[in-house]
Nanobody
Framework: QVQLVESGGGLVQPGGSLKLSCAAS????????MGWYRQAPGKQRELVAE???????NYADSAKGRFTISRDNAKNTMYLQMNSLKPEDTAVYYC?????????WGQGTQVTVSS
């Protein structure tokens, strides 16, 4: 059974930082491209950042320079370090794993940026 479990979300003030984690089980983690997506109320889900099995990264323009995606294959875990957070970063953040025709999603973790 595949599980992707996000953690680390919460309430933070503008300019603050959060680090999200995604713990995976039931998949051969090291071969999967892993990604963070987010969905704000009334908006479509969008890619934030992704990291391939080889460690190549891709960021949405809104995340460049502020967010850093990483993975630890030994721990089957992916991370998203988010700095200089803005109110517009408020959303549910989802973990995604994909490999060939297989794709899985986590349940999401809420990130709220507000003073």
């Amino acid at each position: 059974q595949v599980q992707l479990v996000e953690s680390g979300g919460g309430l933070v003030q503008p300019g603050g930082s959060l680090k999200l984690s995604c713990a995976a089980s039931g998949i051969i983690f090291r071969v999967y491209t892993m990604g963070w997506y987010r969905q704000a109320p009334g908006k479509q889900r969008e890619l934030v950042a992704e990291i391939t099995s080889g460690g190549s990264t891709n960021y949405a323009d809104s995340a460049k320079g502020r967010f850093t995606i990483s993975r630890d294959n030994a721990k089957n875990t992916m991370y998203l370090q988010m700095n200089s957070l803005k109110p517009e970063d408020t959303a549910v953040y989802y973990c995604n794993a994909r490999y060939v025709y297989n794709e899985y999603w986590g349940q999401g973790t809420q990130v709220t940026v507000s003073s």
